[in-house]
């Protein structure tokens, strides 16, 4: 697995259902986060843009088959049905709507969690090697270092997973508070003050290879690259 989480979205409106798929990933080593607002399911998931979506058919408001259509208008994420239809015509219509994946409840963890990792690699690992970029620099997530200008720079677990977040939200402002429950999410402790300790370190590391300013302070508002 890489050096940062896969980060799994959640849409299904069973409490109960919910939590259990939210325990099953995050106790094999994924970041799951799950939607509770149905309203605003698009924009969720514009926002989070998560690596695999987990998506049930019968939803308050708009079905998992309208919500897989609105998706397929601007991400190609893996989706995965896992709903209690089990009819041929919802298979069908799953595939046909750009569904990656069809599994019925009550579903055997073993098969979804290998479907899951199986859809993974198949759409992330070509991009993983190639890192994230944005202005120059090239994260490695995989290899856990930043790349600029042909110079190489190691990182930390925290630093790492710092910059993943920035560089996956890059052009927005992050708030610290954001990126600490990222973090936290994520299993790794960091406060408010080993945070700014982090940027200060990866800063330095940064300007080292070349790299300066690359992490702007917004006051009162948080970081952006």
């Known amino acids: 697995m890489r050096g940062v989480p896969e980060k799994i979205m959640i849409i299904e409106d069973d409490p109960v259902i919910r939590t259990e798929l939210e325990t099953l990933l995050r106790g094999n080593g994924f970041l799951p986060c799950v939607v509770t607002d149905f309203e605003r399911t698009v924009c969720q998931v514009k926002d989070e843009d998560p690596h695999l979506i987990l998506l049930d058919i019968k939803l308050p408001g708009k079905s998992g088959f309208y919500l897989c259509s609105e998706i397929r208008s601007f991400s190609d994420v893996p989706v995965i049905f896992v709903t209690s239809s089990n009819t041929d015509m919802d298979e069908l219509n799953s595939i046909m709507l750009g569904g990656d994946a069809f599994i019925t409840k009550p579903y055997n963890t073993a098969i979804l969690l290998a479907k899951i990792r ?59 508070a954001d990126i600490i429950d990222y973090l936290w999410d994520s299993r790794l402790y960091v406060d408010d003050n080993a945070l700014s300790v982090n940027i200060n370190r990866i800063r330095e590391k940064l300007a080292g290879i070349g790299l300066t300013d690359f992490i702007r302070t917004k006051h009162r508002q948080g970081y952006l690259i």
Do not use: M
Request: hydrophobic fraction near 30%; aromatic fraction near 10%; include cysteine.
């Open 118 to 176: 199986s859809l993974l690699k198949r759409a992330w690992s070509g991009r993983q090697s190639e890192g994230l970029s944005w202005h120059g620099a090239v994260l490695h997530p995989e290899e856990g270092t930043l790349e600029y200008d042909d110079r190489k720079v190691e990182l930390t677990k925290n630093e790492q997973k710092i910059l993943y977040y920035l560089f996956t939200h890059a052009g927005v402002i992050c708030s610290r």
